[in-house]
Protein backbone atom coordinates (compact mmCIF):
# COMPACT_ATOMS: atom_id res chain seq x y z
CA UNK A 1 0.00 0.00 0.00
CA UNK A 2 1.08 3.41 -0.96
CA UNK A 3 2.53 6.02 1.52
CA UNK A 4 0.28 8.53 -0.02
CA UNK A 5 -2.06 8.08 -3.01
CA UNK A 6 -2.41 10.98 -5.45
CA UNK A 7 -5.24 10.58 -8.44
CA UNK A 8 -6.68 12.59 -10.70
CA UNK A 9 -5.44 15.95 -8.89
CA UNK A 10 -6.23 19.13 -10.58
CA UNK A 11 -6.29 22.73 -9.84
CA UNK A 12 -6.67 25.78 -11.73
CA UNK A 13 -6.22 29.66 -10.56
CA UNK A 14 -9.00 31.37 -12.87
CA UNK A 15 -8.82 30.27 -16.06
CA UNK A 16 -4.85 28.76 -15.19
CA UNK A 17 -4.47 25.27 -14.68
CA UNK A 18 -1.40 24.79 -13.09
CA UNK A 19 -1.84 21.26 -12.03
CA UNK A 20 -3.41 19.52 -15.09
CA UNK A 21 -3.82 16.01 -13.71
CA UNK A 22 -0.96 15.10 -11.17
CA UNK A 23 -1.52 10.99 -10.35
CA UNK A 24 1.71 9.87 -8.24
CA UNK A 25 1.79 7.14 -5.60
CA UNK A 26 5.01 7.41 -2.71
CA UNK A 27 6.49 4.23 -1.36
CA UNK A 28 6.32 3.86 2.22
CA UNK A 29 9.82 4.21 3.81
CA UNK A 30 11.50 5.94 1.03
CA UNK A 31 12.96 9.31 0.21
CA UNK A 32 11.32 10.88 -3.25
CA UNK A 33 12.33 13.98 -4.81
CA UNK A 34 9.67 16.23 -6.22
CA UNK A 35 12.04 18.17 -8.80
CA UNK A 36 11.24 20.54 -11.44
CA UNK A 37 11.87 24.31 -12.83
CA UNK A 38 10.50 27.05 -11.01
CA UNK A 39 7.12 27.08 -11.47
CA UNK A 40 6.48 23.86 -11.84
CA UNK A 41 3.52 23.68 -9.44
CA UNK A 42 5.80 21.94 -6.74
CA UNK A 43 4.54 24.16 -3.83
CA UNK A 44 1.20 24.23 -5.35
CA UNK A 45 0.83 20.43 -4.64
CA UNK A 46 1.99 20.65 -1.29
CA UNK A 47 -0.91 22.95 -0.66
CA UNK A 48 -3.14 20.67 -2.26
CA UNK A 49 -2.00 17.74 -0.33
CA UNK A 50 -2.16 19.38 3.07
CA UNK A 51 -5.63 20.96 3.03
CA UNK A 52 -4.16 24.26 2.02
CA UNK A 53 -5.48 24.99 -1.43
CA UNK A 54 -8.92 22.65 -2.68
CA UNK A 55 -8.24 21.15 -5.36
CA UNK A 56 -10.90 21.61 -8.52
CA UNK A 57 -10.66 17.13 -9.12
CA UNK A 58 -9.28 14.27 -8.09
CA UNK A 59 -7.95 12.52 -4.39
CA UNK A 60 -5.28 12.47 -2.15
CA UNK A 61 -5.73 8.77 -0.08
CA UNK A 62 -3.33 8.22 2.97
CA UNK A 63 -4.46 5.61 5.18
CA UNK A 64 -7.21 4.89 4.08
CA UNK A 65 -8.45 8.00 3.95
CA UNK A 66 -9.29 10.84 0.95
CA UNK A 67 -7.32 14.16 2.48
CA UNK A 68 -9.70 16.33 0.09
CA UNK A 69 -11.64 18.57 1.51
CA UNK A 70 -10.04 18.35 5.14
CA UNK A 71 -8.40 20.99 7.12
CA UNK A 72 -4.26 21.97 7.23
CA UNK A 73 -4.96 20.99 10.92
CA UNK A 74 -6.86 18.02 10.74
CA UNK A 75 -4.37 16.45 7.84
CA UNK A 76 -1.41 17.06 10.68
CA UNK A 77 -3.30 15.19 13.11
CA UNK A 78 -3.54 12.17 10.51
CA UNK A 79 0.62 11.99 9.90
CA UNK A 80 0.90 14.37 7.80
CA UNK A 81 3.40 17.83 8.37
CA UNK A 82 4.94 19.99 5.97
CA UNK A 83 7.60 22.48 6.05
CA UNK A 84 6.77 25.46 4.01
CA UNK A 85 9.36 27.10 1.50
CA UNK A 86 9.90 30.57 3.48
CA UNK A 87 10.39 29.60 7.03
CA UNK A 88 8.08 30.37 9.52
CA UNK A 89 9.36 30.86 12.80
CA UNK A 90 8.57 32.66 15.71
CA UNK A 91 11.25 35.35 15.38
CA UNK A 92 10.86 36.74 19.15
CA UNK A 93 10.80 33.31 20.94
CA UNK A 94 13.76 31.09 21.70
CA UNK A 95 14.56 28.06 20.15
CA UNK A 96 13.22 26.07 22.73
CA UNK A 97 9.83 27.50 22.70
CA UNK A 98 9.37 27.77 18.97
CA UNK A 99 9.40 23.87 18.90
CA UNK A 100 7.74 23.62 22.34
CA UNK A 101 4.45 25.97 20.33
CA UNK A 102 4.63 23.50 16.95
CA UNK A 103 4.68 20.27 19.17
CA UNK A 104 1.23 21.43 20.82
CA UNK A 105 -0.34 21.61 17.03
CA UNK A 106 0.15 17.33 16.59
CA UNK A 107 -2.99 17.16 19.36
CA UNK A 108 -0.57 14.48 21.35
CA UNK A 109 -1.41 14.71 25.15
CA UNK A 110 1.70 15.43 26.56
CA UNK A 111 2.54 16.05 30.02
CA UNK A 112 4.84 19.13 30.54
CA UNK A 113 7.77 17.91 31.62
CA UNK A 114 7.41 15.37 28.39
CA UNK A 115 7.06 17.68 26.05
CA UNK A 116 10.15 19.89 27.79
CA UNK A 117 12.02 16.32 27.50
CA UNK A 118 11.05 15.70 23.78
CA UNK A 119 11.51 19.15 22.43
CA UNK A 120 15.00 18.64 24.20
CA UNK A 121 15.78 15.93 22.64
CA UNK A 122 14.47 16.79 19.03
CA UNK A 123 16.89 20.17 19.37
CA UNK A 124 20.01 17.89 20.32
CA UNK A 125 19.06 15.15 17.74
CA UNK A 126 19.37 18.89 14.70
CA UNK A 127 22.32 19.97 16.28
CA UNK A 128 20.57 23.38 18.11
CA UNK A 129 20.46 22.16 22.12
CA UNK A 130 23.42 24.89 22.57
CA UNK A 131 20.95 27.59 20.98
CA UNK A 132 18.03 26.55 23.37
CA UNK A 133 17.63 29.71 25.17
CA UNK A 134 18.59 31.88 21.58
CA UNK A 135 15.84 33.67 20.08
CA UNK A 136 14.94 32.60 16.55
CA UNK A 137 15.97 36.09 14.82
CA UNK A 138 19.79 35.59 16.60
CA UNK A 139 20.25 32.20 14.54
CA UNK A 140 22.39 31.85 11.84
CA UNK A 141 20.45 31.15 8.70
CA UNK A 142 21.56 27.36 8.68
CA UNK A 143 20.47 27.12 11.81
CA UNK A 144 16.84 28.69 11.40
CA UNK A 145 16.69 26.41 8.66
CA UNK A 146 16.87 23.19 11.06
CA UNK A 147 15.03 25.09 14.01
CA UNK A 148 12.08 25.02 10.82
CA UNK A 149 13.09 21.31 11.00
CA UNK A 150 12.96 20.53 14.52
CA UNK A 151 9.20 22.20 14.33
CA UNK A 152 8.29 19.51 12.33
CA UNK A 153 10.40 16.51 13.57
CA UNK A 154 8.76 17.12 16.96
CA UNK A 155 5.35 16.33 15.44
CA UNK A 156 3.92 12.66 15.70
CA UNK A 157 4.62 12.28 12.05
CA UNK A 158 4.72 9.46 9.50
CA UNK A 159 4.98 11.36 6.23
CA UNK A 160 7.28 14.50 5.77
CA UNK A 161 6.69 16.92 3.28
CA UNK A 162 9.64 19.23 3.29
CA UNK A 163 9.94 22.19 0.89
CA UNK A 164 13.36 23.24 -0.33
CA UNK A 165 14.83 22.31 3.43
CA UNK A 166 18.30 22.32 2.03
CA UNK A 167 18.30 25.80 -0.11
CA UNK A 168 21.26 27.67 0.96
CA UNK A 169 22.83 25.77 3.41
CA UNK A 170 26.66 25.37 3.07
CA UNK A 171 28.80 21.73 3.01
CA UNK A 172 28.48 21.17 6.63
CA UNK A 173 25.37 21.96 7.25
CA UNK A 174 24.24 19.88 4.13
CA UNK A 175 26.31 17.08 5.59
CA UNK A 176 24.05 17.78 8.86
CA UNK A 177 20.75 17.77 6.62
CA UNK A 178 21.77 14.53 4.87
CA UNK A 179 22.27 12.58 8.30
CA UNK A 180 18.54 13.63 9.24
CA UNK A 181 17.33 13.30 6.51
CA UNK A 182 18.81 9.43 6.65
CA UNK A 183 17.85 9.15 10.42
CA UNK A 184 14.13 10.07 9.43
CA UNK A 185 14.26 7.34 6.93
CA UNK A 186 15.94 5.16 9.06
CA UNK A 187 12.73 5.70 11.31
CA UNK A 188 10.69 4.13 8.60
CA UNK A 189 9.14 7.87 7.98
CA UNK A 190 8.11 8.46 4.17
CA UNK A 191 9.54 11.69 2.80
CA UNK A 192 8.65 14.05 0.03
CA UNK A 193 11.55 16.15 -0.69
CA UNK A 194 11.22 19.13 -2.72
CA UNK A 195 14.77 20.48 -3.84
CA UNK A 196 16.33 22.28 -6.12
CA UNK A 197 20.12 21.49 -5.90
CA UNK A 198 20.61 18.14 -8.22
CA UNK A 199 23.44 17.03 -6.03
CA UNK A 200 21.91 16.48 -2.60
CA UNK A 201 18.73 14.89 -4.98
CA UNK A 202 21.31 12.28 -6.18
CA UNK A 203 22.84 11.80 -2.63
CA UNK A 204 19.37 11.60 -0.96
CA UNK A 205 16.83 9.89 -3.27
CA UNK A 206 15.73 6.57 -3.63
CA UNK A 207 12.91 7.82 -6.34
CA UNK A 208 12.19 11.23 -8.57
CA UNK A 209 9.30 12.69 -9.45
CA UNK A 210 9.78 14.80 -12.27
CA UNK A 211 6.85 17.84 -12.58
CA UNK A 212 6.93 20.13 -15.52
CA UNK A 213 3.93 22.36 -15.71
CA UNK A 214 2.02 20.71 -12.93
CA UNK A 215 2.18 17.11 -14.70
CA UNK A 216 4.48 14.08 -13.51
CA UNK A 217 6.77 13.91 -16.74
CA UNK A 218 8.70 10.72 -14.95
CA UNK A 219 8.94 8.86 -11.67
CA UNK A 220 12.04 6.94 -11.17
CA UNK A 221 14.95 5.87 -9.85
CA UNK A 222 17.56 8.70 -9.54
CA UNK A 223 20.14 6.69 -11.89
CA UNK A 224 17.54 6.96 -14.81
CA UNK A 225 15.83 10.27 -14.48
CA UNK A 226 19.46 11.26 -14.20
CA UNK A 227 20.27 9.39 -17.75
CA UNK A 228 17.48 11.16 -19.29
CA UNK A 229 18.42 14.04 -21.59
CA UNK A 230 15.03 15.40 -22.05
CA UNK A 231 14.38 15.89 -18.48
CA UNK A 232 18.31 17.56 -17.64
CA UNK A 233 16.80 19.81 -20.62
CA UNK A 234 13.15 20.72 -19.34
CA UNK A 235 15.42 21.00 -16.44
CA UNK A 236 17.84 23.24 -17.51
CA UNK A 237 16.14 25.04 -20.29
CA UNK A 238 17.17 25.73 -23.99
CA UNK A 239 19.65 28.70 -22.29
CA UNK A 240 21.35 26.20 -19.98
CA UNK A 241 20.21 27.55 -17.00
CA UNK A 242 19.36 25.85 -13.58
CA UNK A 243 16.22 26.90 -12.00
CA UNK A 244 16.92 28.70 -9.26
CA UNK A 245 15.61 27.91 -5.85
CA UNK A 246 13.13 30.97 -5.46
CA UNK A 247 14.00 30.91 -1.34
CA UNK A 248 17.42 31.33 -1.52
N1 LIG B 1 -2.65 31.10 -4.94
C1 LIG B 1 -2.25 31.24 -6.21
N2 LIG B 1 -2.93 32.00 -7.09
C2 LIG B 1 -2.55 32.12 -8.37
N3 LIG B 1 -1.47 31.52 -8.89
C3 LIG B 1 -0.74 30.75 -8.08
C4 LIG B 1 -1.09 30.56 -6.70
N4 LIG B 1 -0.18 29.73 -6.14
C5 LIG B 1 0.69 29.41 -7.12
N5 LIG B 1 0.36 30.03 -8.27
C6 LIG B 1 1.05 29.90 -9.55
O1 LIG B 1 1.21 28.52 -9.81
C7 LIG B 1 2.45 28.28 -10.46
C8 LIG B 1 3.21 27.23 -9.70
O2 LIG B 1 3.66 27.81 -8.47
P1 LIG B 1 4.42 26.96 -7.38
O3 LIG B 1 4.72 27.89 -6.26
O4 LIG B 1 3.64 25.75 -7.06
O5 LIG B 1 5.74 26.54 -8.16
P2 LIG B 1 7.03 25.78 -7.64
O6 LIG B 1 7.23 24.60 -8.54
O7 LIG B 1 6.94 25.54 -6.19
O8 LIG B 1 8.17 26.86 -7.98
P3 LIG B 1 9.53 27.22 -7.18
O9 LIG B 1 10.50 26.15 -7.56
O10 LIG B 1 9.91 28.55 -7.75
O11 LIG B 1 9.23 27.27 -5.71
C9 LIG B 1 3.17 29.61 -10.55
O12 LIG B 1 2.95 30.14 -11.85
C10 LIG B 1 2.47 30.46 -9.50
O13 LIG B 1 2.50 31.81 -9.84
MG1 LIG C 1 7.94 26.23 -4.55
Not at 49 to 74: C, E, M, N, W
Not at 151 to 169: K, N, Q, T, V
Request: charged share 25%; aromatic share 8%.
Amino acid sequence: MAALDIHGLRKAFGGNVIIPDVTLALEPGLITSLVGPNGAGKTTLFNLITGFLRPDAGSVHYKGSDLVGLSPQRVTRLGIARSFQDLRLFNEMTVFENVLVAQESSFRLWTRAAACRHTDAVLERVGLADKRDTRAMDLSYAERKFLNLARIMALDIDLFLLDEPASGLDGPSRTTFHTLLQSLKDEGHTVLLIEHNLDIVREVSDRIAFLNKGEVMAFDTPERIFANERLTDLYFGTAGRPAEAASC
